[in-house]
């Protein structure tokens, strides 16, 4: 079993900046593609973003494209969204997942490609 802790998280204003990393710490076992989704209150899980597992492929959710950055340091199993010019609409809490093996018939916006996820960590956006 894989477990992932999030970080990073809390309160910003309209148009701050946010990072939050995601660690696998002590893990030995194989991860693939990583993700983050997000859930606000009263709304389902949504796609933020994805990284393949070689690290040389990204996909964004349309609401994010240009002001969020996912990167990730397969040394450390670890995996990084730098959110920039953050909105109200951010607000939500976020959740790192992780993939055991590339699933190559599930999207990267599907959460069922991913094996393990964290607890999450709560983005509170102020205008």
């Known amino acids: 079993q894989v477990q992932l802790e999030e970080s990073g998280g809390g309160s910003a204003q309209s148009g701050d900046s946010l990072r939050l990393p995601c660690a696998a710490p002590?893990?030995?076992?194989?991860?693939?593609?990583m993700g983050w989704f997000r859930q606000g209150l009263g709304k389902e899980r949504e796609f933020v973003a994805a990284?393949?597992?070689?690290?040389?492929?990204?996909y964004y959710t349309d609401s994010v494209k240009g002001r969020f950055t996912i990167s990730r340091d397969s040394a450390k199993n670890t995996v990084y969204l730098q959110m920039n010019t953050l909105k109200p609409e951010d607000t939500a809490v976020y959740y790192c997942?992780?993939?055991?093996?590339?699933?190559?018939?599930?999207?990267?916006?599907?959460?069922?490609?991913?094996?393990?996820w964290g607890q999450g960590t709560q983005v509170t956006v102020s205008s």
């Open positions: 990284i393949s597992g070689n690290g040389t492929r990204t």
């Open positions: 002590g893990c030995t076992l194989s991860i693939s593609a």
């Open positions: 997942a992780a993939e055991a093996y590339n699933k190559f018939t599930y999207a990267y916006q599907a959460a069922g490609r991913y094996d393990y």
